[in-house]
């Protein structure tokens, strides 16, 4: 209902009667924000032309002669708008606020070592602290250091299966939404995905904070 008039809002952010701008409600996602279904390929030209014509639509120079109502909806909604932008531009952010919306928190996604890596990450931890325990410039840390850049780029590798483990795992989410279906086949599909989603999501998450270590102590 329009702030303003009273009347049914039927537009997205504006009041077909008095045509005032309306506050992004609460319950909105920020796939709704845009338009777009919760898809997790979304084309970036699209995204960025709905980002621009919704900021020009939310400009504060728009709203300098309004209501003290209006500047701060414009406020609002213009920062909701920046937030949702950052967040669905970004593949990894996209999948971590579509697990918020559909399996609750995304904190749940865990910061330990993936089961097959546990005891290649705890060996890797001991050479680290070895290194860093070592003269570096001396034979035995120049070999440690050698050995550290391999392991790197082996995570690395890792990391980037991982991703392309995501990006088959959007497509066939994707495809799951498209087909609309709710059938309880359907439902055993999504739980399925979103699991193997989040799985993979903290594993990468895990290697990719291994590898920074790694770049913050060897360079």
Same mark, same amino acid.
């Given at each position: 209902?329009?702030?303003?008039c009273?009347? =049914?809002?039927?537009?997205?952010?504006?009041?077909?009667?008095? @045509? %005032?701008v309306?506050?992004v409600?609460?319950e909105t996602?920020?796939?709704?924000?845009?338009?777009?279904?919760?898809?997790l390929?979304?084309?970036?030209?699209?995204?960025?032309?709905?980002?621009?014509?919704l900021s020009?639509a939310?400009?504060?120079d728009?709203?300098q002669?309004?209501? =003290?109502?209006?500047?701060?909806?414009?406020?609002? #909604?213009?920062?909701?708008?920046?937030?949702?932008?950052r967040? &669905? +531009?970004?593949?990894i952010?996209? @999948?971590?606020?579509?697990l918020? &919306?559909?399996?609750?928190?995304?904190?749940?996604?865990?910061?330990?070592?993936?089961?097959?890596l546990?005891?290649?990450?705890?060996?890797?931890? /001991?050479? &680290?602290?070895?290194?860093?325990?070592?003269? +570096?410039?001396?034979?035995?840390?120049?070999?440690?250091?050698?050995t550290?850049?391999?392991? *790197? *780029?082996?995570?690395?590798?890792?990391k980037?299966?991982?991703?392309?483990?995501?990006?088959q795992?959007?497509?066939d989410?994707?495809?799951l939404?498209?087909?609309g =279906?709710?059938?309880?086949?359907?439902?055993?599909?999504?739980d399925r995905?979103?699991?193997q989603?989040?799985e993979?999501?903290? #594993?990468r998450t895990?290697? %990719?904070?291994?590898?920074? /270590?790694l770049?913050?102590?060897?360079?």
């Amino acid at each position: 209902m329009c702030w303003h008039c009273q009347s =049914e809002v039927s537009g997205e952010y504006f009041c077909d009667r008095c @045509v %005032k701008v309306q506050p992004v409600s609460k319950e909105t996602d920020y796939f709704t924000c845009f338009g777009f279904p919760r898809r997790l390929t979304i084309d970036p030209g699209k995204l960025e032309a709905k980002f621009y014509e919704l900021s020009r639509a939310f400009h504060p120079d728009f709203y300098q002669n309004k209501s =003290e109502t209006e500047q701060s909806i414009s406020l609002g #909604n213009a920062a909701t708008l920046n937030s949702a932008y950052r967040t &669905l +531009r970004d593949p990894i952010q996209r @999948v971590e606020y579509l697990l918020d &919306l559909e399996a609750g928190s995304v904190k749940e996604i865990r910061n330990s070592p993936p089961a097959d890596l546990f005891e290649e990450i705890l060996e890797l931890q /001991d050479t &680290l602290d070895e290194y860093r325990a070592s003269d +570096r410039a001396s034979d035995a840390g120049q070999q440690l250091r050698t050995t550290l850049q391999a392991e *790197q *780029q082996t995570l690395e590798e890792r990391k980037r299966d991982m991703e392309t483990q995501l990006q088959q795992l959007f497509t066939d989410w994707d495809l799951l939404q498209d087909r609309g =279906e709710a059938t309880s086949q359907a439902r055993s599909e999504r739980d399925r995905l979103l699991k193997q989603m989040r799985e993979t999501l903290s #594993n990468r998450t895990y290697v %990719k904070s291994i590898i920074n /270590d790694l770049v913050a102590t060897i360079g």
